[in-house]
């Protein structure tokens, strides 16, 4: 036997070479996961999922094409037509006051097939009649295609939309309501990274489709509409919304086919909520907001807004049964807003693939 060292075995070479073959392996995993992204954008209706994505293509793609722009003409339009005609059914409804001197507008609106410029006219008018704004601070009890903020969009711009040569602006097509059916995706390159946002739609009709999606997730971006404290279901016209959300929130958190997967919680329109709490704040809808305010650190220091958008995230978080949240404030109609939230959000998405894959 030689006591000046000894020659390495077969295995241990073969061992030597397995093991920088995995080390490969694993690197090129990590590429390729921080290459090829896929997201799904999950909540109830009206939560701002399609909006989001429409800012996805704008801010990665370009934006829209010329058969794209042409497509939404009728759809914007539509959208401004049934707008006024919900108010002013909710009017007659209501029995709101001082509507007589308004009646052959109200009449030509309400039996309107389509927005002429005629009829737009007369929305105009409808839409700066004193007696509106009686009915239009009730609209949370509504549903309004594009919400109050669409809503206000296309009033103001109704003549314009009516014009024979009308073509949708790229903020026309964000402002557009159409309600999501199926499934639709998304495909955007961001830093050397793919991106596949896939968007579906959240009304109970539409969540049986859900389950084709959930393979191979890297991450689920579950949007919230902050403003919906106060509003009901469009489907039965008699479930709190965020009621709805919360649940909804807790039960895909807590399926077997994203027990590792990150959430992205978006609180969405947050413009929309500043403005709302102002006349219909939280303590008239939720018994313990006082006393969660009482112990937040620096409520004091804290406005209003800062502390209702706090709350609301605090039931999310308690709802979560997932492994990671990351909650952020959004505004899906403010493309710079979506711009800047999605570029820290990138990170923290890869970051968490990575986690959950153990790379």
């Known amino acids: 036997m030689s006591c000046f060292g000894s020659k390495s075995k077969p295995e241990d070479a073969e061992g030597e070479k397995r093991s920088k073959e995995i080390e490969a392996a694993l690197k090129d995993d990590r590429k390729d996961m921080e290459r090829k992204i896929k997201l799904l954008l999950l909540g109830t209706g009206d939560a701002g999922k399609s909006t989001f994505a429409k800012q996805m293509k704008v801010i990665h793609k ?3 094409t010329k058969p794209e722009f042409e497509r939404f003409t009728d759809i914007l339009r539509d959208n401004c037509l049934v ?3 919900k108010l002013v059914q909710a009017a007659l409804e209501w029995k709101i ?3 007589s001197k308004f009646k052959k507008e109200m009449d030509a609106v309400v039996n309107a097939t389509q927005l002429t410029v005629q009829v737009a006219e007369y929305v105009v008018a409808l839409w700066a009649a004193p007696f509106m704004s009686s009915v239009f601070d009730r609209n949370n009890e509504l549903q309004i295609p594009g919400g109050s903020s669409g809503a206000e969009y296309y009033f103001e711009h109704a003549a314009r939309f009516a ?5 949708p602006t790229q903020d026309d097509i964000i402002r557009a309501k159409v309600r999501t059916t199926g499934i639709s995706e998304t495909i955007f390159e961001e830093k050397g990274t793919e991106f596949t946002m896939v968007d579906v739609g959240g009304q109970r009709s ?6 084709h999606c959930f393979n191979d997730v890297t991450a689920v971006m579950f949007l919230v509409a902050l403003n919906e ?3 009901v279901l469009e489907e039965d016209n008699r479930t709190n919304r965020m009621e709805e959300s919360l649940k909804l929130f807790q039960k895909l958190s807590g399926s077997q086919w994203f027990d590792k997967t990150s959430f992205i919680l978006f609180l969405n329109k947050s413009d929309l909520f500043e403005e709302k709490i102002v006349k219909r704040p939280l303590v008239d809808f939720f018994e313990d907001y006082e006393d969660f305010c009482a112990e937040l650190e ?3 220091d804290m406005s209003e807004y800062e502390r209702s958008w706090a709350y609301i995230r605090h039931q999310y978080i308690e709802a979560f049964a997932g492994a990671r949240l990351y909650p952020f404030i959004t505004c899906a109609v403010n493309t710079d807003t979506c711009q800047k939230v999605f570029s820290a959000v990138r990170d ?3 970051s968490g693939a990575l986690s959950t894959a153990g790379l």
């Open 62 to 64: 370009d934006g829209f």
């Open 83 to 85: 707008a006024m005609q």
């Open 97 to 99: 006051k001082k509507t």
């Open 163 to 167: 014009s024979d040569d009308y073509l």
């Open 206 to 211: 539409e969540r049986r489709k859900w389950l």
């Open 229 to 231: 404290y106060d509003m």
């Open 298 to 300: 620096d409520n004091e």
């Open 348 to 350: 923290t998405i890869i």
